[in-house]
C-alpha cells in the first residue's frame, strides 16, 4: 500500500511560480510511475504530468514549457515545478502513483489547492 502527501500549494499572482511536492511512504517508489493531476471547480480531473520509473516525463499541452515533473528516488519524492502561472491554473493538484504495468493510478494523495489570480 502507497500512501502519498502533497505539500506546496497556495496562492501566487499571474506569471508566478509554485513547486509542489509529493512524498511517498509503502511500496518501493522507484518501481512506481508518478503523475500530478489537478481539478478545477467545475471540471473533470487531467492528468498534467506524469514521470515513469525509469525517469520519462510527459505533459498536457496546455503546460508544457511551463511546468516540470522530477522525481528524487532516494527522497520517495515527486515534484511538479510550476513556472508562468496563469489563473487557468487554478485547481486543486493530486499526486499519484502506479506500477508500470498498470493502466491506471491506483494510489492518490489529498490534494494540495494552487490558486492563481490574475
Known amino acids: 500500500q502507497v500512501q502519498l502527501v502533497e505539500s506546496g500549494g497556495g496562492l501566487v499572482q499571474a506569471g508566478g511560480s509554485l513547486r509542489l511536492s509529493c512524498a511517498a511512504s509503502?511500496?518501493?517508489?522507484?518501481?512506481?510511475?508518478m503523475g500530478w493531476y489537478r481539478q478545477a471547480p467545475g471540471k473533470q480531473r487531467e492528468l498534467v504530468a506524469t514521470?515513469?520509473?525509469?525517469?520519462?516525463?510527459s505533459y498536457v499541452d496546455s503546460v508544457k514549457g511551463r511546468f516540470t515533473i522530477s522525481r528524487d528516488n532516494a527522497k520517495k519524492s515527486v515534484y511538479l515545478q510550476m513556472d508562468s502561472l496563469k489563473p487557468e491554473d487554478t485547481a486543486v493538484y493530486y499526486c499519484?502513483?502506479?506500477?508500470?504495468?498498470?493502466?491506471?493510478?491506483?494510489?492518490w494523495g489529498q490534494g494540495t489547492q494552487v490558486a492563481v489570480s490574475s
Open positions: 509503502g511500496g518501493i517508489f522507484r518501481f512506481n510511475d
Open positions: 499519484a502513483a502506479k506500477l508500470p504495468l498498470r493502466q491506471t493510478y491506483e494510489y
Open positions: 514521470i515513469t520509473s525509469g525517469g520519462t516525463s
